[in-house]
């Protein structure tokens, strides 16, 4: 059977939506070291609809911006590439969570928990000094991508994994395993290796529960960020991400990056209160 899926994923994976022209283009334009804001902004301007949801976004209280932003080169300016980047690629990944109208799993509780995991990983990187966080936020948002590819292509799977995982009180990846099912984690690196995006990307989703088993050591300090954001996004809201059991913290990712219980305690609480201000990105229509 697993075989099987495994195969189906790969014929069915093209059918899948990937990122739009303009968010390819804003990707690479803000991986360029000679971007300009004017040239992120105009390649925003190319898409209307992604324009608008973005400067919501932008004006989010996440951010903490003290005056409103009212054009797409202020947010640049102000918020830098990296971020707008992040908020385009919120946007793409918000719609193809809410894709499947005839979804069985409770899909506006699964985003909240793709944004609690972002929100989460982002927190430890600050806290770890780690200088490209946004580059932790993006893989926190996008760890989970192979529960969208499980609801989009095989849905009657998925919400017999996340009955199971109800009734019984265990985690998704632990009824993917009884079950003889291919974890939602090798999906979703399947998927963003697909799209060609970067190493951090596919290696968090592929690893965030089994963050010893990463063979790149270069990203293992990053994948650990996201496995322990992960962990922090449950804790605040059981059963959004479809595990419903405890929350399976790997000692290998404390001990990498040297998180003790006091930290992990304030990283939780900073997480929390950071989440309650980004109520917009619940809500990106």
Known sequence: MPAKIIDKIIEEIDKLPSPNVVVQRIIAVCSKPDASSTEVANTLMMDASLSARVLKLANSAYYGVPRKITT????????????????ALSVFTYDMVFKNSSSGIDREKLWEHFIA???????VAETMGYPLKEEIF????????????????????LETEAKIAQKTKKNLIDIE????????????????????????LVLSAEFHHNVEGNPNE?????????????????????????????PKLSPFALNVLKVKPKTFLRILDKSKEKYNKAQEFLQID
């Open 72 to 87: 797409l080169s202020e947010a640049v300016m102000i918020l830098g590439f990296k971020t707008v980047r992040n908020l």
């Open 117 to 123: 995991s972002a929100i989460a990983s982002e927190t």
């Open 138 to 157: 993006i893989a926190g948002l996008l760890h989970d991508l192979g529960k969208v590819v499980y609801d989009l292509l095989f849905s009657d799977i």
């Open 177 to 200: 395993e009884e079950l003889g099912i291919p974890p939602h984690s090798e999906v979703g690196a399947k998927l963003l290796r697909k799209w060609n995006f970067p190493d951090l």
């Open 218 to 246: 270069l990203f293992v300090n990053q994948v650990s960020m996201v496995h322990i954001g992960d962990v922090i996004a449950n804790l605040m809201m059981k059963g959004a991400s479809l595990s419903w059991g405890d």
